[in-house]
């Protein structure tokens, strides 16, 4: 019988926000194969229009990058904290996304927006059952 070793909860967290940090990459990858999207980058006429937008994805989508190194190396008070909220924050706007991409070349990203919302409800799940520590007396 194969031993199934216990996974300290920094590890499954971290794990979930690389997985889910993968799956936004893929995303927006692919949409890079939908009709008109080229043209839109090359034009400027996109949602990332303007330096302001721009920043503010970016800082958007560092916070998973993030969160994979925060997930190991932080106490784990503010660990717990910062998984549940912002676990919590890119579930719902991941569902609000998946709800919004209704137009048949976005199917995929119905798909990646349930994929997504699913593990950030994990790590949020997770996050709220980190085990406390056993006092001895």
Not at 10 to 30: E, M, R
Not at 77 to 106: D, Q, V
């Amino acid at each position: 019988m194969l031993e199934n070793q216990k996974v300290n909860i920094k590890i499954k967290l971290a794990s979930l926000w690389a997985s889910v940090t993968f799956c936004y990459l893929y995303g927006d990858y692919f949409e890079l194969y939908t009709p008109d999207k080229v043209n839109s980058l090359i034009s400027g006429d996109n949602i990332l229009d303007s330096p302001t937008t721009l920043l503010i994805a970016s800082i958007i989508l560092a916070i998973p990058s993030v969160m994979v190194a925060a997930s190991i190396f932080l106490k784990p008070k503010i660990n717990r904290l910062l998984n549940i909220l912002f676990g919590a924050l890119f579930t719902i706007m991941m569902i609000f996304i998946g709800i919004a991409s209704t137009n048949e070349w976005y199917l995929f990203y119905v798909v990646l927006a349930f994929l997504e919302s699913s593990i950030t409800a994990l790590i949020v799940w997770n996050a709220w059952k980190w085990p406390k520590e056993k006092t001895i007396f």
